[in-house]
């Protein structure tokens, strides 16, 4: 923790060079850097769960990084996860990887802005489709405070929205009807067809070039009656850089 508080007072000294140059380029990950966050997960209207996570880089080429996270203090062994470059999340997305997450465009200026956009077909049993769009903008340095110290930092916002089309349903109803003595069954099948529904999303990333990646992070999603359904947060706690 010493250290850590050390290299956050050296970043704050040299805040001056960073409002200076207006531009915080892509950064030099290595081997061996890590760092540790508190992630906060938070879903309605009850559940709240923390924990303490442990990302480490294996390595990094010139258009990924490759790196392991598990819980601090697990004997679990840890996932191996891969990023890009610039941090961006990767999943498979109808059968082809994907980005559905880039908080970071190197380099990055205020006000410099892009957008994302991808369509899931059934990413669950609920949804036929679902459509995930979200504008980022770069903006101002903040003074943000987690538990590894006080830091300035660039502000990556996100505002978007999701489009789901339900899957049709189907919907049997049986009666029994009486006629001239004789009994019979009735069946009577209703078909629904597709409906849309609506949410929308926000994401802010709090980057430090010295740190190499967010020092915070919060990613929130509502639902189609506009209220929060679920937030995730995370902190950094601590961190480990490699020698240049």
């Known amino acids: 923790m010493k250290k850590t508080i050390t290299v956050a007072v050296l970043w704050t000294i040299g805040l001056p ?21 508190v992630d906060t997960f938070e879903k309605a209207p009850s559940i709240w769960r923390q924990t303490h996570d442990e990302v480490t880089v294996l390595r990094a080429t010139p258009s990924h990084i490759y790196y392991t996270s598990k819980q ?12 890009g470059a610039d941090w961006s999340r ?41 459509k995930w769009s979200s504008q980022y903008r770069v903006g101002d340095i903040e003074t943000v405070e987690v538990p590894a110290g006080k830091f300035q930092a660039i502000k990556v916002e996100a505002e978007g929205e999701w489009v789901a089309q339900i899957e ?23 078909k629904t067809g597709p409906v849309q529904v609506t949410g929308r999303t926000y ?17 929130e999603y509502y639902g189609s009656n506009g209220v929060r359904n679920e937030r995730y947060t995370a902190e950094l706690e601590s961190y480990k850089r490699s020698p240049e």
Do not use: C
Request: charged share 15%; no cysteine.
């Open 17 to 37: 060079l960073l409002v200076s140059a207006q531009s915080a380029p892509s950064p030099a990950i290595k081997g061996g850097d890590s760092w540790t966050y």
């Open 72 to 83: 601090s203090g697990s004997t679990q062994v840890p996932s191996e996860v891969i990023a």
């Open 90 to 130: 990767e999943r498979n997305v109808n059968g082809a990887e994907m980005v559905v997450n880039r908080p970071f465009v190197f380099p990055l200026s205020p006000g410099k802005t892009w957008n994302l956009e991808y369509t899931e077909l059934h990413p669950n049993k609920a949804f036929a489709s679902q």
């Open 168 to 190: 049709p349903t189907q919907t049997v109803t049986q009666a029994v009807q009486m006629q001239q003595g004789d009994t019979a069954m009735i069946t009577h099948a209703q």
């Open 203 to 219: 994401k802010a990333f709090w980057y430090v070039p010295e740190i190499g990646r967010w020092v915070k992070s919060v990613e």
